[in-house]
Structure formats: structure tokens, C-alpha cells
């Protein structure tokens, strides 16, 4: 079943793992709406060469051409449809989440368009799942996260597996990506599944 997602981009390092959430959610036909930090935006300078002096462009280029709809809210557009809980979603991703963001989302801080988003999803029950990119982590990260999960969100670390042989950086960006997928209830086939295929399992 097709439907609305919100998909959330900060400042922690992965970038490439939401860029490729919101463009699988797209090839299903899925409508996603998209929010980046500004420090999201560096991330993805940084990390994967984006022009982010070309926002629209980029934005274009990475996500235009597929079967879903594409929506883009400014991370200061506190007034956009996905900040009321009256707006029908079926649930936010925010991959990767920096500290800080989860952090805000933990005290229902409300103070940008991404904080207030994971907050309605909070208040009206909906998935709300996070993908933290830090490490070491200490107290305060453990103690935010403890708060959330005990309120229903999923915790999923950006944690790459090894089972499955990875032989590229793509490979092991789908198999998180593929959890996440996972996670929100949605079907795809980016990794192999363990049993799947026994021939590294046997003595």
C-alpha cells in the first residue's frame, strides 16, 4: 500500500542512506515529503557533491522521474501541510539523525519544521522511526533515546552487516536502507535475507 512518508535528512554523516530511502520510497510510487537541515544540506555538499547552491536543481536531478510524488518543505516553513496532525501520513524516517535533532525530538522542542513534524507523529500515534549516525555516544544520547523508545519509536543505528558478503558501498547502504524499509512495514528485496541463501552457512 502506497501513502505519505516523511523522510527527514540532518547533519550527521550518511547522507547517502536518505538520499536512497526517499529514491526507493519514489520507484514504489510512494509520495515523499522531504525535509533537510541546513546542516543536512553541508553533509550532502560534503559527502556526495551537491551543488547546494542549486537546491532545486539537485533536488530535481536526485528525486525528479519517478513513479512517486516529491515534495520538498524548507527545514523553516513551520506553517507546511506535514506540520498538522490533521495531514495524513503514514509515518516519518529521519535517516541519518544527528544528536541534535534527536535531541529536540526527545524534549518536543519544536523549533524547525523537522522537530515539529516528529512531534505530530509522536502525538498522533504514527511511526516515527530514527537513524542515529554517532559514535562514541554518551549519557545524554542513551538517555534521549531511552525517552524515545520508551514512547514508540523505533531506534535503528546506522549499523552495516557482514553476512551477507557486501562487495560495495552500495551493497551495504541497501541493507540499511532495507531495514529501515523494514521497519515501516514495506516490501523490497535490497539485501539477502538471512536463509534466504545457505551457502555460507554450512561447515
Not at 115 to 141: N, Q
Request: with cysteine; hydrophobic share 40%; net charge negative.
Amino acid at each position: 500500500m502506497t501513502g505519505n512518508w516523511v523522510v527527514g535528512i540532518t547533519g550527521a554523516s550518511g547522507a547517502i542512506y536518505g538520499v536512497r530511502l526517499c529514491q526507493v520510497l519514489l520507484e514504489q510510487g510512494h509520495d515523499v515529503h522531504l525535509i533537510i537541515t541546513e546542516a543536512g544540506w553541508r553533509v550532502l555538499h560534503d559527502e556526495l557533491d551537491w551543488q547546494v547552491s542549486k537546491r532545486k536543481e539537485m533536488l530535481t536531478e536526485h528525486f525528479g522521474g519517478y513513479s512517486g510524488r516529491f515534495h520538498y518543505h524548507p527545514i523553516a516553513d513551520i506553517g507546511a501541510s506535514i506540520a498538522s496532525g490533521s495531514f495524513r501520513t503514514r509515518g516519518m524516517v529521519v535517516i541519518p539523525c544527528s544528536m541534535g535533532s534527536l535531541s529536540g525530538i526527545a524534549r518536543a522542542a519544536s523549533d524547525n519544521l523537522l522537530e515539529r513534524t516528529a512531534d505530530v507523529m509522536l502525538k498522533e500515534g504514527r511511526s516515527l522511526i530514527l537513524v542515529p549516525r554517532e559514535t562514541p555516544l554518551h549519557a545524554i544520547h542513551l538517555e534521549n533515546m531511552l525517552t524515545l523508545s520508551r514512547m514508540g519509536v523505533r531506534i535503528l543505528p546506522a549499523m552495516p552487516a557482514f553476512y551477507n558478503r557486501p562487495k560495495s558501498l552500495e551493497e551495504m547502504v541497501d541493507f540499511l536502507v532495507g531495514k529501515v524499509l523494514d521497519s515501516m512495514g514495506i516490501e523490497h528485496s535490497l539485501y539477502r535475507r538471512w536463509g534466504e541463501n545457505d551457502e555460507h552457512t554450512q561447515p
